[in-house]
């Protein structure tokens, strides 16, 4: 397993001593994950075609009206994933939601990258779902007292109806509270193992409430 570690580089010169602190991950290339302007929806390797899902911790199926590349603008294409959402009516509020997302059979070692830059935005349909958008790198082999997951990290972030440009910090990412059991080696151990990555909607639908909107992702990749 690799690890990211910060060096200090001792030079000696006659009669002076210079300490300069040396970035080990310096000159590390940008790792673009997709532009999406090829034309299919292959990630770069070690991950896959990108897919969307809607999702409800109870599995009742939540509708995905339509799913793939889309044109940006002019020059630039996307990927996106217009879903119909419902907390399905049983006296429980289920949040259920949904993802754009891309995975890989092998995994990632995340040591040398410092952040992930994405861009995102989310149309509301009619009605619109009160939500929470996170960024979530997942982690299938990493364990909790020795447990397999699944696993993953998330970072929290705001979107709307217009493009944003999202650099964020890998150090910033947590264990989702949902993941009751805290990972073996914390989240350093999911992003030594990342076999994941996904744009999530999260909904705080009331009991037997729909919504619905079209969530964007282009752009990501790892600096």
């Not at 999702?55 to 002019?74: H, L, M, T, W, Y």
């Not at 997951?149 to 705001?158: A, M, N, Q, T």
Request: contains cysteine; negative net charge; aromatic residues 10%.
């Amino acid at each position: 397993m690799k690890t990211a570690l910060c060096l200090l580089l001792l030079t000696t010169t006659v009669g002076c001593f210079d300490v300069e602190q040396v970035d080990p991950c310096a000159g590390t290339t940008p790792f673009l994950v997709d532009d999406f302007e090829d034309d299919d929806v292959l990630a770069s390797p070690p991950f896959e075609r990108w897919s969307c899902s809607g999702f409800n911790p109870d599995g009742n199926p939540q509708a995905v009206n339509d799913c793939g590349k889309i044109s940006r603008d002019e020059e630039n294409e996307a990927f996106m994933g217009d879903f119909t959402l419902t907390d399905v009516e049983n006296e429980l509020q289920e949040f259920t939601g949904a993802s754009l997302s891309t995975s890989s059979t092998r995994t990632f070692d995340l040591g040398c990258y410092r952040a992930i830059g994405l861009s995102a935005k989310f149309v509301p349909g009619n009605p619109p779902p009160p939500a929470k958008y996170y960024v979530e790198l997942t982690c299938q082999s990493a364990t909790s007292g020795g447990t397999p997951g699944p696993y993953s990290v998330i970072r929290e972030i705001d979107l709307t109806s217009s493009w944003l440009r999202f650099p964020l910090s890998l150090s910033n990412f947590r264990q989702p509270t949902w993941q009751t059991n805290a990972l073996d080696g914390g989240e350093k151990a999911c992003l030594a193992r990342v076999d994941g990555v996904g744009l999530l909607l999260s909904t705080n639908l009331g009991d037997g409430d729909t919504g619905s909107g079209v969530l964007y992702i282009d752009d990501v990749l790892f600096e």
